[in-house]
């Protein structure tokens, strides 16, 4: 639990993080909020030379409209994306998700943009970004660049970012009838499973649904199989409960471990698939009252 | 002049504990805050292989690293350090504190470095280079019991720590085993229960890891040694005889302990291979468990398999009990790792009048960490064992399973009750604690309630346990180290008072409750006593905490040695009064003839006064302290009663805790808002054992479960509010009355849960499920038919 040594310097911008990091010659790292690095680092799992903190760089963190769009900063924790009047308001599901992961203490530190960067095939925030189709946008030496979530999540911790590159934020459509829902891993409260789910319902007639999964397999992905039996069905529980039984079907690569067998976690796709339409549906009719 | 204010009396209060502050502002200090001038670190390198012959050591790297003072291999510590020993009397094999040509679990050290920062030793210890041939490991211990796939330790064939040791009805002292009774038990029976359960492996995971500084002066040719240890004194037993110094020579310290839960009763390698190399180098050197390494090399807990089989009348009256247990109990022996599960053996009878019970017990070596003792330590497992089969019992025969317990339990005109385990409880009244349990719960309201939620789909259950457990740990007979506690009580001069207790807590509030005490004996505010522990070099003697005995024992020692002192105080006063000592009362600050407060003397000054007698008293030495050691005549035996409602979600099998309730029993009461406190974390515990708790090997050995991320223990959210309350039955074996609660919550809880979960998946025709209650265990039964064992 003691991780080999490092030193340490802090960000005061972007460009500052990019050239402290290219600096290091490839053995640094950026440091948001430390809850997925510090572990691997004190299991010596990772072993940067040099810690780039970009936690405190100035505008990185918050959540705010940007024309049709939200916008969440790479840097806001976890908590402030829980706790977000904006967020309840227009999207909860993305607040909803946040409050779901791991405990006060993670929600305090961790941060959205870490989370993406890392990748972990159980965390939460993959799957809502899959179902809203976030746009993430990133800076590196050459300059901006903007990847939709559906091409961002490539495999097992692999995610289209390049080891000199960091995310600024994530940009999206605010979707009220969605919701998410996760079984948690009583240990570290990971998800087990994890969906994502947003409805565009139009006249009581769903016009295209988005469902992103998260923890079934080694990294988050779409349920489009779901996705087409929902469009163009009008929203009603026969149809979700007829649409989430298919949920995972064409999924081959399911996990395993002492949580959860690859059966039953496989059996679990289709439920909180359910739960998940079902939460969506509910905000989708409220809205329509 | 305003009348002084009248003191409450405060045994038997709610007095919030004093040393609270401290500990959770961050002012107390832990063995990780002591530093020394010229301290050293160690690291250890561990073997990351479960069973494996040590081919090779290259320390060469690190010896050179910049900072290293030192690296030892296990050879090299033997010349330093003989094996560790044990305190039963079972055979062992030989244990090296560092290992030197085999490694028997994941975890087990294989050489240490001395360094001059805690971060130069783990990078040191990372740069050693061990290489393994790989032996076969066996996790399984039914399958290790067969000698196959390997043998872990040569002079215990087929891997049998203890071979098959009988207990119960027909066995002797000398072992002769008639089998005449419990045969015809069960040939009377109408109906027989048959369970294998098994009570699985739990890591203690204390909030403070272990850690030790040892300071050997050579000049003076004495060692001090701080550690997180629940047994100072026995500690400074333990590293005297293996550092070859006298015990006066030896000094133990536990300053603040973070936790213990019986995990640091044991003596560790790690706290003797310090002591050896601050004598050997003549430094101190530190060292500090990171979590880590506390999931492999602090001892784990439980891991016990019962073949349980109960004979009964059809009116439900239980005939005959038959036990046969298999410990697992990993690679090694440790200090009472032996002597735990013959706890589960003793309590075997539980709360009933079984008129024969045959117990068996078998010990098994696997390639894991060694097991000891955790919270409840042996008696949770018979607990869980008997009160099982009672429901299971309950079921078969459609009968309630309170009236079941009822129908069988000891009466309180029984007691002193002797059962067949050997075992004498000293007193108890089992059908008050579970009337009040389902009175509180309103037992038949929850029964409709429950109907209820079935009628609409839902899957709610029901369950209720009894528990009687042994505590007040003593007498000495049942000790290597003796079983009594020890107290010095010194009035000083200003008329404050110090009270030295052996029985040294780690979160037992033992200030607190050894305060309130003291201060009605002696009529003085509680903030005038201190009660010192956890140092020998100011606890002359004692023997710890655990056991659920520093109340019981180390509370009566206090109150007895408190008394000496009060009687030879009342002599100086009777001096100072010019009347009889027996006519003086101490109350309110005062020392005064019986009927005329005004007359009195204030306390302080009769104290003054017995510093400098002038003029002395006829027949009295001067100063007022005086020390007692309390022998208990036996043990005591505290009971109670716990009720739980659980909902399982159909849909992924998840189990919610809705309900629990809790009548406890543990005589009288010092102080009811610690005792609940003690109960909270006993729930917690057994309520994490029977839902979340899981420490799980690999079949290679490998342990899985090696962080907080993948073994969970349970947060506040996880619960309900706890309904407590309390029945009183005093022990008749001490003067307070008190029987001891450290552990309590860990023995109805478990078996209770298990038995509403049961309850709630009663449709699915299951009769017993194992612990842990994992959602993807409980989702196989609904939804695969799979019925648990039944
Ligand atoms: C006990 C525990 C429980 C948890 N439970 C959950 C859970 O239930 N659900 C869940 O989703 N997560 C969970 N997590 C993970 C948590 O959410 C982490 O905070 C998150 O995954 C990483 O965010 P961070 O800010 O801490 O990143 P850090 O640990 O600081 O960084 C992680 C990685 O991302 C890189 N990085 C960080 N920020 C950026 C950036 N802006 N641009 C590029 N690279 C960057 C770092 O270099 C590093 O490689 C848990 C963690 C713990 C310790």
Sequence with gaps: MISTPFEYSRAMSLDDALAKLRATNGEGKFIAGGHSLVPLMKLRLSEPKVLIDIARIPGLSGIRTKGDKIEIGAGTSHHDVASSALLQQVCPMVAEAAAEIGDPQVRNRGTLGGSLAHADPAADYPAVMLALDAEIHVKGPKGWRMVHAHDFFRGLFTVDLAADEIIAGVQFNPVRSAAYAKLHQRASHFAIVGVAVALDVNNGVIRSARIGLTGASSYATRLKDVEEALAGKALSMPNIEAAARLAGALLEDVNSDIHASQEYRRAMIPVFTERALKGAMSRALARIQ | ?790
């Design chain 2, 1 to 790: 002049m305003a009348a002084p204010p009248v003191l409450p009396k405060l045994v038997g209060q709610r007095v919030k504990r004093r040393e609270d502050p401290r500990l959770i502002q961050g002012r107390a200090t832990y063995v990780d805050d002591i530093a020394l001038v010229g301290m050293q670190h160690l690291a250890f390198k561990r073997s990351d292989v479960a069973h494996g012959r040590i081919r090779s050591i290259d320390t060469r790297a690190a010896k050179v690293m910049d900072g290293v003072e030192a690296v030892f291999t296990g050879a090299e510590i033997a010349e330093l350090l003989a094996p560790m020993p044990i305190g039963t009397p079972f055979p062992s094999p030989e244990h090296r504190a560092v290992a030197v040509d085999t490694v028997r679990y994941g975890g087990e050290p294989v050489a240490v470095v001395v360094a001059s920062d805690r971060y130069v030793a783990r990078d040191a210890a990372d740069a050693i280079v061990v290489s393994y041939e790989t032996l076969p490991a066996v996790v399984d211990p039914e399958l290790a019991m067969t000698g196959k796939p390997t043998v872990i330790h040569p002079a215990f064939p087929n891997n049998l720590a203890v071979a098959l040791v009988p207990s119960g009805t027909g066995v002797s002292a000398s072992g002769s085993v008639d089998d005449s009774a419990i045969n015809e038990a069960f040939a009377k029976a109408d109906v027989v229960i048959s369970q294998r359960m098994v009570n699985q492996r739990l890591a203690p995971t204390t909030m403070e890891p272990r850690g030790v500084v040892a300071h050997y002066e050579p000049g003076k040719g004495s060692m001090t040694i701080w550690s997180s240890t629940q047994n100072p004194h026995i500690l400074r037993t333990f590293i005297a005889a293996l550092t070859g110094l006298g015990q006066d020579q030896v000094r133990a310290i536990a300053p603040e302990v973070g936790g213990g839960f019986g995990s640091k009763i044991n003596i560790y390698g790690e706290e003797y291979v310090a002591a050896a190399i601050s004598k050997h180098l003549g430094i101190p050197v530190k060292w500090s468990e990171d979590r880590s390494e506390a999931f492999v090399a602090t001892t784990h807990g439980r891991d016990i398999l019962g073949y349980v089989d109960l004979a009964a009348k059809s009116d439900g009256t239980v005939l005959g009990l038959k036990l046969r247990l298999i410990a697992d109990i990993g690679a090694y022996n440790m200090l009472l790792t032996a002597a735990i599960p013959t706890l589960t053996m003793l309590m075997a009878s539980a709360t009933y009048n079984i008129p024969a019970i045959r117990a068996t017990l078998t010990e098994v070596f696997t390639n894991k960490t060694p097991t000891d003792a955790y919270r409840g330590a042996g008696r949770p497992e018979a607990t869980y064992f008997v009160e099982r089969a009672m429901d299971m019992l309950a079921r078969e025969l459609k009968m309630d399973p309170a009236e079941l317990r009822r129908k069988n339990f000891i009466k309180p005109h029984q007691f002193p009750f002797a059962t067949q385990m050997g075992a004498v409880y000293d007193s108890g009244d089992y059908e008050k604690a579970l009337d009040l349990a389902l009175k509180n719960a309103q037992w038949d309201r929850l029964k409709t309630e429950r109907d209820a939620a079935r009628a609409q789909g839902r899957l709610v259950g029901l369950g209720l346990s009894m528990y009687v457990e042994v505590c007040g740990v003593g007498p000495s007979s049942t000790l290597p180290t003796g079983g009594w506690e020890h107290s010095q009580v010194t009035i000083e001069r200003d008329g404050r008072i110090s009270a030295t207790t052996g029985a040294s807590p780690h979160g037992q509030g033992n200030e607190t409750t050894f305060a309130q005490m003291l201060a009605d004996q002696f009529g003085v505010p509680l903030e005038h006593i201190t009660i010192l522990h956890g140092d020998t070099g100011v606890v002359k003697q004692g023997i710890g905490t655990f056991g659920s005995r520093s109340q019981a024992v180390g509370g009566t020692a206090v109150h007895m040695a408190g008394a000496k002192v009060k009687s030879k105080m009342a002599k100086f006063a009777a001096a100072l009064l010019e009347a009889h000592e027996d006519d003086l009362v101490f109350q309110n600050g005062m020392i005064s003839v019986k009927g005329s407060p005004a007359s009195g003397k204030s306390f302080a000054s009769v104290a003054g006064y017995a510093y400098r007698p002038v003029p002395l008293p006829e027949g009295l030495e001067p100063g007022l302290s005086d020390e007692a050691f309390f022998e208990p005549a036996n043990n005591t035996y505290p009971f109670g009663c716990h009720i739980s409602m659980v909902e399982i979600d159909r849909q992924t099998g998840e189990p919610t805790l809705l309900k629990l309730v809790a009548v406890d029993d543990a005589g009288h009461l010092i102080n009811p808002l610690i005792v609940e406190g003690q109960i909270h974390g006993g729930l917690a515990q057994g309520i994490g054992q029977a839902m979340i708790e899981e420490v799980v090997y690999n079949e290679d050995g490998q342990l899985l479960t090696g962080s907080f991320m993948d073994y969970a223990i349970p947060r506040a959210g996880d619960f309900p509010r706890f309904e407590l309350d309390a029945t009183v039955t005093p022990t008749p074996l001490n003067p307070l009355g008190a029987k001891g609660v450290g552990e309590a919550g860990t023995l109805g809880s478990t078996p209770c849960i298990v038995a509403a979960v049961v309850d709630a998946l009663s449709e699915f025709g299951v009769k017993h499920i194992d612990m842990m209650l994992r959602p993807e265990k409980l989702w196989r039964i609904i939804h695969q038919g799979q019925g648990g064992q039944s």
